[in-house]
């Protein structure tokens, strides 16, 4: 199926590893050109040596980027206009906020969730809303998680804020439909990333067991009986930021497994 994208231009956040990777790839293999921050520069430039493998010549940027600082998504947004030109399609991404209980929490800790979890959708929305609406194109996909709908125990921070952005989701989209842009929502559920891996280990060290065990009882969990790929993740998306996706927006979809047991 032809998605009706390449030679596109997307960013996507947070994609040196992880999902965030899997999501640049998967848009770089249907002929994207494709730009990705990371904090990481070790981590930034391998994954920005796979996008220029799957992607036509000239067609990876790569910045160094903390999306928790608005001077620093701001650059990453007018270079990647430079390198690459007006942007067509935005994934918003980045790592948990630290896992714990209430109690444990600190008040720095919530505002940096809010700033890393919320606010760096929210800037990079408003840096690439205003050419996208201009040329009556765009999608806007935000990858949150599962802890949208089901909120989990220690995921405090990120329960409460990816909340939020679900309900962004839905009011950006009823506000620039007429624009023709698109906003939607992705909701993974258990991915095998060095994040779920960290969670495991944390929660299996919580009750006494071995990470090995926790992981067993986790996938038992899941309808499909096993962890999702972070490929699996990034195809979704790509369907969204997409031409056959031109009828969907407001929504959010879960890759779960069949995990979340929630109808709405």
């Not at 980027?65 to 001077?71: G, P, Q």
């Not at 630290?98 to 959708?121: H, I, M, Y």
């Not at 709908?149 to 839905?170: D, H």
């Not at 056959?244 to 497994?257: E, P």
Request: aromatic fraction near 4%; hydrophobic fraction near 40%; proline fraction near 4%.
């Amino acid at each position: 199926m032809d998605l009706g994208i390449a030679g596109r231009v997307a960013m996507v956040a947070a994609a040196s590893k992880g999902i965030g990777r899997a999501v640049a790839l998967s848009l770089a293999r249907e002929g994207c050109r494709v730009s990705i921050c990371s904090r990481d520069p070790e981590a930034l430039e391998d994954a920005r040596v796979q996008l220029s493998k799957a992607s036509a010549p000239g067609g990876s940027f790569g910045f160094s980027c903390d999306v928790t600082k608005k001077e620093e998504l701001e650059a990453w947004y007018v270079e990647t206009v430079a390198a690459l030109g007006p942007v067509d399609i935005l994934v918003t991404n980045t790592g948990g906020p630290p896992a714990a209980k209430f109690e444990d929490l600190t008040e720095e800790q919530w505002r940096r969730g809010v700033d890393s979890t919320l606010l760096n959708g929210v800037r990079l929305c408003r840096l690439v809303l205003p050419e996208m609406r201009r040329r009556r194109w765009g999608r806007i996909v935000h990858l949150t998680s599962l802890a949208a709908k089901q909120p989990m125990a220690l995921l405090t921070i990120s329960s409460t804020l990816r909340a939020g952005l679900s309900a962004l989701t839905k009011t950006m989209a009823n506000e620039f439909a007429r624009d023709g842009v698109l906003v939607n929502a992705v909701l993974p559920g258990h991915v095998l990333t060095n994040r779920q891996i960290e969670l495991n280990e944390l929660r299996a060290k919580q009750e006494g067991i071995s990470p090995g065990e926790y992981a067993g009882r986790i996938q038992a969990s899941i309808p499909l009986g096993r962890y999702g790929e972070p490929r699996e993740i990034g195809e979704v998306v790509v369907f969204l930021a997409s031409e056959r996706a031109s009828y969907v927006t407001g929504a959010t979809i879960q890759v779960d497994g069949g995990l979340i047991q929630s109808t709405f």
